[in-house]
Structure formats: C-alpha cells, structure tokens
C-alpha cells in the first residue's frame, strides 16, 4: 500500500469515518428535498436539474454525510435575466451551531455578470464572506466548483482554479469546521430582496421558469459512523492527496490573480463594517 494510502486510514480510524471515492449518479447519491416536481434527475441519473418560479423553487441535498473531503460539482446556472434568483451549491451540517461551506451564485440583469458569494461557518457563526466576478459566462456552459476541506484548511476552486483559501485560525482563538459531518445540499430560490444590488433590482417573474443544471459530481470524502477504513467503490482507488492538500507557489499565484482581477468583496478589508478592527481570522485569511 503506498504510503498516502497508509495516511488515509489512519486519519479515518481517528475520525470513525468511511473514506471513500464517489462519481456516482445522482439518484444514487442524492434525494430531492423540494420543489413539488421543480427538481428533476434526467439522462438515466447523469443530469439533475432545479427549476423557479413564482410558486416555489427547488432543492436537493446528498444522501451521505462527509467529514473532510474533496467535493466536485458541475453547475450551469440560470441564462438570461437571472436578477433576483440564487443558486445555493454548499455544504452545512444542522442546528443552531451548524457548521457550513458555501458556494451562491446571486444572478444578475442579462449581460452583467454573476456574483459568486463564499462563505465559511464554524459553530453558528459566519460573516466571513468573499465575493467574485468570474472569468467566464457561467450559463453558456458546465463549470467545476470545487471544495477542498481538511483539518488545515478550506480551499474553493473554480475550474481547478483556486479563488479562496481559508486557513485553520483555531489557535488564535476561532473556531474551525472540523466536528461536525455535513451534506451537500443545492437549491434554486428567490431572494429579490437581496441577492441583486441588495434588492434594488427584482425577479422578472415573465422570464421563468428559471433553470441551473447539475452534472459529474465527484467526492473523495470521509463519511463518519462507517467502518474503520477506506477504499472505493469505484475503480479507480482512493486518492487521498485532499488530506493535507495545501497551495504550492504556482496555486498562489493564481489565487492572488483571481483576488487582483476578481474579487469584489472581502470582509478583512471592510473597515467600515468592523471600526474595531478585523477579525482575528484575517491574520491568515485576508
């Protein structure tokens, strides 16, 4: 066994967790939540799609639990004059104090682009917001967003390009999302009373339904309270390289690319919300 193989099942029998390695249909791993027949699985589980209109929205969530893991997703998101919709792709475990990993892509009038909200949330608390613009249209096509989560560090990636990293700041006194097993869930909703110019601009209920599509979602992940060990069921083995997955120089550089060209918002540089000073979490995060 090499030895990063030796490294993951150490790690899972620490975490009482399952590692394994997913690229499974969708009606294998995920369940429709909502929607009243808005959310569909086509092409025989390879595709799923949510829908909006002005009754109701739609959403899905995973069938598993994950402790740690790489998570990837393909979305194509509302085409048009998608001002008022959000598409919500994150992961989040439950209750007051939940802990949580997002991705929301907050729609715009035609031709202006997408904002692309992350967030992290560690027992309950969030505000840590970063927003981008993207590189691409993200409605003419298929795009990987990704989620690399470890006990070091989150890592957002967009087409394997990294756009956020989120340092482990626990010894300095913040908590980190690292106890808490959380599903993936996916939703298509109206926020018009927000998500667009902080809700200046409103759904133009003429132009739905609304649709975003989903395709090749992909985990190598840890699912707690399953057997002591790891492998896969697929046949390719478990790549485990997520673990300690951190940003080499050439990642860096692109991260501080896209945060040059792209970013729009970062929480440790808004003064005017914190007069007191940062976070303690900008330190390494900003």
Known sequence: ???SSKLVLVICFMISAFCIAIGAKFDQEFEITW???RAKILNNGDLLTLSLDKISGSGFQSKNEYLFGKIDMQLKLV??????TVTAYYLSSQGPTHD?????????LSGDPYTLHTNVFSQGKGNREQQFHLWFDPTADFHTYSITWNPQRIIFYVDGMPIREYKNSESMGVSY????PMRIYSSLWNADD??????????????APFSASYRNF??????????SSCNSNTTTSTNSSWLNEELDNTSQERLKWVQKNYMVYNYCTDSKRFPQGFPADCLQNS
């Open 194 to 207: 927000w998500a667009t110019r902080g809700g200046l601009v409103k759904t133009d209920w003429s132009q």
């Open 1 to 3: 066994m090499a030895s």
């Open 177 to 180: 999302p690292k106890n808490q």
């Open 100 to 108: 949580e990993i997002d991705f929301e892509f907050l729609g715009n």
């Open 35 to 37: 929607g009243d027949g």
């Open 218 to 227: 992909n985990a190598n992940a840890c699912i707690p309270n399953s057997p």
């Open 79 to 84: 085409s048009g004059n998608s001002a008022g």
